[in-house]
């Protein structure tokens, strides 16, 4: 083999390792989720369904930002005020419609400066006509968190 093809196929394997380089080891650049803010998340979940499968809207809707925005894939964007009017209906129905966070689905990643996203599946369950219906849902959160309050101030809910 001759010295000057030697020489471009070495220049070739470097130039290559050198544009794969970047792409193999680039660093996630974001704020690793700590246990004490996935236990935030995790704990303020709990309190929101609790609230939600006791049908008490004294405590449920304190835990929204009045700027809610809810998007919904078979609803479009839910303003505020028919968000908590569905839920009110909701809450009148002869059957009661509870919710339980599909165990395991739980992911919780900071925002700087503003909060967290809470991403997971949940199941909702309740009786109608004699027959239990189940329906297990995606749903994104946009917690916010002020001093030491935290409050949803987006939902994307999909996958129905």
Excluded: C
Excluded at 92 to 115: A, C, M, N, Y
Aim: charged fraction near 25%; aromatic fraction near 14%.
């Amino acid at each position: 083999m001759n010295t000057a093809k030697f020489s471009h196929i070495t220049l070739s394997i470097i130039i290559f390792l050198t544009l794969l380089n970047p792409i193999t080891a680039q660093e996630k650049k974001v704020a690793p989720t700590t246990q004490k803010l996935y236990n935030e998340i995790a704990f303020m979940d709990s309190v929101l369904f609790a609230a939600f499968n006791t049908q008490n809207m004294d405590q449920f809707k304190p835990l929204f930002t009045e700027d809610l925005e809810w998007y919904q894939d078979n609803g479009g964007l839910i303003p505020y005020e028919t968000v908590f009017k569905n839920f009110e209906n909701t809450f009148k129905k002869d059957f009661k419609l509870t919710r339980q966070l599909v165990k395991g689905s739980l992911e919780v990643h900071p925002i700087k400066d503003f909060g967290a996203i809470e991403i997971g599946v949940h199941q909702f369950r309740h009786i109608e006509n004699g027959k239990e219906e189940i329906g297990n849902f995606k749903f994104v959160m946009i917690w916010q968190k002020k001093g030491e309050q935290w409050k949803i101030s987006r939902v994307i809910s999909y996958d129905h």
